[in-house]
């Protein structure tokens, strides 16, 4: 049984399509993160939740918009895809707020064409 | 502004042993060491709290001096497993429960 899966793990569209990614852990942890890493595999935070709660919103475009509807769920919708948005988005959970292990899925590559 | 990584790649034959720096403009609470092999996602090795703290497990360990803002993972008779990128993570004082990762060195062992 995966500890964090994500869905679906390769997207291909057009620009100015919408998307979703979604992310689910069964480790019980209260903390889950969206992390882009893009082509020169930078690992960039996007955002962090803890029980379902919003705590870092990392300057991310207002496409973005992230959403847990419980603790271990947390979804990304990407309006208006641009072509600066391919990149591999990573869920990650740890078991709270002050982050100890972080526990990665496996990813989702986007490509936006 | 994330942590600067050096060397951004380097080479090993098997055997042989590497060091990588993480450096940090700012003050630090923990360091964290992450590794990732190509295609999969980043695997935690470990997370140090105290300034001068040092960790490990087999032949990976770390060292963290949090006056100079720096941490230095060691890496022992390389293996060919321990070819990946690593990326270290840094928590900084003031904005605690953010993992900001580095740059990235990318390590490949040969035989």
């Known amino acids: 049984d995966t500890a964090v899966s994500q869905t679906p793990k390769y997207l291909v569209t057009q620009m100015g399509n919408d998307k979703s990614i979604k992310c689910e852990q069964n480790l019980g942890h209260d903390t889950m993160y969206w992390y882009k890493q893009d082509s020169k595999k930078f690992l960039k935070i996007m955002f962090s939740?803890?029980?379902?709660?919003?705590?870092i919103n990392e300057t991310v475009p207002n496409r973005f918009s992230p959403k847990s509807p419980d603790k271990a769920h947390l979804n990304l919708h990407i309006n208006s895809l641009e072509l600066g948005d391919s990149a591999v988005y990573f869920c990650?959970?740890?078991?709270?707020?002050?982050?100890?292990?972080?526990?990665f899925g496996e990813g989702s590559r986007l490509t936006v064409l | 502004q994330q942590p600067v990584q050096s060397p951004q790649a380097v080479i090993l034959r098997e055997g042989e042993d590497a060091v990588i720096n993480c450096s940090s403009s700012k003050a630090l609470y923990s360091v964290h060491w992450y590794r990732q092999k190509h295609g999969e996602a980043p695997v935690f090795l470990m997370i140090l709290l105290k300034g001068g703290e040092q960790k490990g497990h087999e032949k990976i360990s770390a060292s963290f001096n949090e006056k100079k803002q720096q941490s230095s993972l060691y890496l022992t008779a390389s293996q060919l497993s321990y070819s990946g990128t690593y990326f270290c993570?840094?928590?900084?004082?003031?904005?605690?429960?953010?993992?900001?990762f580095g740059t990235g060195t990318r390590l490949q062992v040969t035989l």
């Open positions: 990650a959970s740890s078991p709270a707020l002050v982050p100890g292990e972080l526990f």
């Open positions: 939740y803890n029980n379902k709660e919003l705590i």
């Open positions: 993570g840094t928590e900084s004082t003031g904005t605690a429960s953010k993992l900001t």
